[in-house]
């Protein structure tokens, strides 16, 4: 559910770069989502038997800022590039995930993880044509996406840590809707002729893909491990390729559709190999003799 309006959501963030700039457009939406989801966090705050320590609060924050220039960049870039190509080029923090893990915690990524990254590399390379063809847009895309996989991680951490998924998503939209609210303040223009000419894409993406959505994600991670959250969590770019055909009239080339193909693949085998990998072992083992 979460990746189907996130899918969504994608062209609602192009479109709403016609009337408002990045910053002051994730702050309005974020301090709606906040708006949204504060009286489920409080409902869920006086029932806790176990509440957030002060500690929890500040890796929280501190979450809600690596989501914010997430969601910052990845906007900047809906200036240049599509949303089917933005789609896909974020999905990329399903193959940067396990990486990022290996780098912040040691956790050791299945040694099939490394052509796949080639893999995807050359997906990109080709869903945006060349090096030399590679909009701005795209470049902000791919570094979006490994912000997106610390998020994942991170997260995915707090909950299991302090549990109260609800309030860590709360305390998460309301860091990254006060910081762009008073960053777009400074260095852009926010009113009510470019609020009100936007207001369907901030009320869409602050109440369904933002506070719905993102805190389904943050429930649904005490269940579910970083890599697993990753690939479901992925389908976003195909909704997102869906909704742009649909609504925008999106089209892409041949070897622009391979590169997507490309990218979906890697994103589904970094999931699938280690699982294949067990099974394997498992039906080897079963065949030894006693």
Request: net charge positive; aromatic share 12%.
């Amino acid at each position: 559910m979460a990746a189907l309006f996130w899918g969504a959501a994608f062209v609602a963030q192009s479109t709403a770069m016609d009337s408002m700039a990045p910053l002051g457009f994730n702050g309005m939406r974020f301090l709606l989502a906040a708006i949204a989801v504060a009286p489920f966090a409080w409902i869920e705050w006086r029932k806790s038997t176990n509440r957030i320590p002060l500690t929890g609060i500040v890796k929280s924050v501190l979450v809600g800022v690596i989501f914010f220039i997430a969601m910052a960049v990845q906007q900047y870039g809906f200036y240049t590039t599509s949303v089917t190509n933005a789609g896909f080029l974020t999905a990329l923090y399903v193959v940067l995930t396990p990486i990022m893990g290996f780098i912040l915690f040691r956790t050791l990524p299945n040694p099939f993880v490394w052509p796949i990254v080639i893999l995807s590399l050359t997906g990109a390379y080709l869903l945006s044509g060349s090096l030399n063809a590679m909009k701005t847009g795209d470049i902000l895309m791919i570094i979006s996406a490994l912000f997106w996989a610390l998020q994942i991680i991170f997260i995915g951490r707090l909950v299991k840590q302090y549990g109260n998924p609800i309030t860590v998503a709360w305390i998460q939209f309301l860091t990254t809707g006060i910081i762009g609210t008073v960053l777009g303040s400074i260095f852009e223009v926010i009113d009510l002729s470019s609020i009100s000419g936007a207001w369907i894409e901030i009320a869409y993406t602050g109440i369904l893909s933002g506070g719905l959505s993102f805190t389904l994600q943050a429930i649904a991670q005490r269940h579910t491990p970083p890599s697993d959250a990753a690939i479901m969590l992925s389908s976003e770019s195909l909704f997102a390729a869906l909704f742009g055909a649909l609504l925008l009239g999106e089209r892409l080339t041949t070897i622009q559709m391979l590169g997507c193909a490309m990218i979906f693949s890697c994103i589904l085998l970094v999931e699938l190999m280690p699982q294949i990998q067990k099974r394997l072992k498992r039906r080897n083992q079963a065949k030894q003799p006693a």
